[in-house]
């Protein structure tokens, strides 16, 4: 057992706290993470603001890399000594989804069992079963996958949620192919690394599309060959016309509200595909559709979760791919921070100042 760093969400909407964590050894299945550097994720903020649950008090954070430091009982999927991205989504291997094969849906992911607390023993929430702004973590052993330990830590952390779900949205879930056209609305993290799993999928036609210059810029470096600034023209028009009149054959809706899904039931082509990547609020609901244009217009609609992905499969295939410089994950890395500037960190997300702060510890 060991006292460490961590940074706590108290209460609803109040700033966060740096406090003194204690991490218990890990037992049978888990293992303890030196973390080297965790991403602030809308995520992290969406729990602050009790977003989504009420089990205060929460250690954030969860987009994360770094290096094991010690496994329980039984586990053999990583070792002390292993550079690992953690991931929320530890495949059980047992539920329905992974016995019929599909275990990028799993529906029994695990977690740690013993829980971390605060020095006076307050049990805390850790966030997606991760809690990684914090000098080190117990996690479930499942949600250590290793990479390549020469990849910079900062830039293949963002694997372990953000990118990935964006790179995903357009691999895996819209099952890009060569030659497609791609549209991707909201170019934040997630949208612009959905732009790039469009690009690495070998789409003819990625357009952006975003209210913010800065995220059309950011969206054109990772792979967009047009962009749309939505202030001054109607996003679906303006996909059609940049598709000969058909609309996009996958449209990938990044910011996940009634409004942007409509747009992207429209911007997309007869029997075409809409990927809901974004996360809504529980209050949202989906806008009034005549159900013949469900119907009449084909294809699919499609929620992407975590961009479907199975993390032991697509973290060392995308690292590779980024070693090779054939990703750019860099990019997606805008500042570098202590613990200390996660609230002020979460302050530059919500303007649209960066695509990434990293903490870095």
């Keep these: 057992m060991q006292q460490v760093r961590g940074v706590i969400a108290r209460a609803k909407g109040e700033p966060v706290s740096i406090e003194t964590i204690t991490i218990p050894d890990p037992g049978p299945g888990e293992a303890v993470v030196d973390i080297a550097t965790c991403g602030v994720c809308h995520t992290d903020l969406h729990y602050r603001e009790g977003g989504i649950n009420d089990d205060f008090p929460f250690l954030l954070g969860h987009e994360a890399a770094g290096v094991v430091e010690a496994v329980g009982e039984g586990v053999t999927e990583v070792a002390p000594g292993d550079f690992v991205v953690l991931n929320w989504r530890a495949v059980c291997g047992e539920c329905r989804a992974c016995t019929r094969g599909e275990p990028w849906y799993c529906f029994a992911t695990r977690n740690a069992t013993q829980k971390m607390t605060l020095e006076d023993g307050t049990e805390l929430t850790p966030a997606l079963g991760i809690g990684a702004f914090a000098d080190k973590t117990l996690v479930a052993a499942g949600q250590c996958t290793k990479v390549d330990p020469a990849a910079r830590a900062a830039a293949v952390g963002l694997l372990g949620c953000g990118v990935m779900a964006g790179i995903g949205a357009a691999l895996n879930t819209g099952n890009v192919r060569r030659g497609q056209s791609v549209a991707v609305i909201g170019c934040g993290g997630v949208?612009?690394?959905?732009?790039?799993?469009?690009?690495?999928?070998?789409?003819?036609?990625?357009?952006?599309?975003?209210?913010?210059?800065?995220?059309?810029?950011?969206a054109t470096g990772l792979g967009a060959t047009h962009t749309v600034d939505s202030r001054e023209q109607d996003a679906v028009e303006a996909i059609r016309e940049l598709t000969d009149g058909f609309g996009a054959d996958v449209v990938i809706d990044a910011v996940g509200r009634p409004e942007t899904w409509k747009q992207a039931f429209y911007a997309r082509d007869l029997a075409g595909t809409v990927v809901l990547v974004g996360v809504p609020t529980?209050?949202?609901?989906?806008?009034?559709?005549?159900?013949?244009?469900?119907?009449?217009?084909?294809?699919?609609?499609?929620?992407?979760?975590?961009?479907?992905?199975?993390?032991?499969?697509?973290?060392?295939?995308?690292?590779?791919?980024?070693?090779?410089?054939?990703l750019d994950l860099d990019a997606f890395v805008t500042e570098e921070i202590t613990l200390e500037e996660v609230d002020a960190a979460f302050e530059k997300m919500q303007h649209g100042g960066v695509l990434r702060s990293v903490v870095v510890l």
Aim: with cysteine.
């Design 191 to 218: 949208g612009a690394a959905a732009v790039a799993g469009a690009r690495l999928a070998g789409a003819a036609k990625v357009i952006a599309v975003d209210l913010d210059p800065q995220k059309l810029l950011w």
């Design 282 to 326: 529980p209050d949202m609901t989906v806008p009034d559709l005549p159900l013949i244009d469900v119907f009449g217009r084909g294809g699919s609609l499609k929620s992407s979760w975590y961009g479907d992905c199975l993390p032991s499969r697509d973290f060392p295939m995308l690292v590779d791919l980024y070693q090779q410089g054939r």
